[in-house]
């Protein structure tokens, strides 16, 4: 099942060094489409409204291969209804 979101945050706190991280090429106000796995988060870019952010500048997609656990996602995206 999708899950449509809206990035409120481009970065997320990693608790292993403190820093912030980027996640694919996200950016804020941008709504994007997900699926979630035992409590990881898989970016949909194919199914995302603004699949434009993952797309080169031949129009190919270009979207990593990595979700995101709860916690990173939750800091970064809110659910939309």
Not at 11 to 27: L, R
Not at 64 to 80: D, I, Q, T
């Amino acid at each position: 099942m999708l899950i449509l979101v809206k990035c409120i945050k481009e970065t997320y706190t990693w608790e292993g060094d403190g820093k912030q991280h980027k996640f694919s090429n996200v950016k804020l106000g941008h709504v994007y489409a997900f699926t979630e796995t035992c409590g990881t988060y898989w970016i949909d870019a194919f199914a995302s409204p603004d699949k434009k952010d993952f797309e080169n500048e031949d129009g190919f997609i270009q979207c990593v291969k990595r979700g995101l656990e709860k916690k990173y996602f939750n800091e970064m995206f809110e659910r939309l209804k």
